[in-house]
């Protein structure tokens, strides 16, 4: 239950935030997601991982899709890529998954300690 709440409200205050924010603001989402829901390091970790792979696979292909893959073909054969738009949209995706599982495995790092502190 913890799990999909998670997700579910990562993708959505992600989304917001990048309406507003920097692009990195995806990390600073992640991170506090797993602080205030407490969930195990691996399970927040792959939370955020989850939550971010479809959020940016998600905009980076309805991007991709608005503009008939004309900007995503030329970048990706700027990249040894062989001009694959989908594999650059893969690419995009998986990158900002690893901020996102990253930061959230730092936000459950960092509830584990501030419980562990409580108790003394």
Do not use: H
Not at 25 to 51: E, M, N, R
Not at 73 to 102: D, E, H, K, N
């Amino acid at each position: 239950m913890k799990f999909g709440v998670s997700v579910l409200l990562t993708i959505i205050a992600s989304f917001a935030a990048g309406l507003y924010l920097p692009f990195w603001s995806v990390a600073l989402v992640s991170f506090g997601v797993a602080a205030f829901i407490y969930q195990k390091p691996g399970i927040a970790w792959l939370t955020g991982f989850v939550s971010i792979l479809i959020c940016w696979g998600l905009l980076a292909f309805w991007i991709d899709a608005q503009n008939d893959s004309i900007l995503s073909t030329r970048m990706a054969s700027l990249f040894p890529l062989g001009g694959s738009s989908g594999l650059l949209i893969l690419i995009t995706a998986v990158v900002g998954a690893i901020i996102g599982g990253l930061a959230a495995l730092s936000g459950s790092f960092l509830r584990r300690y501030i419980d562990s502190r409580e108790k003394y």
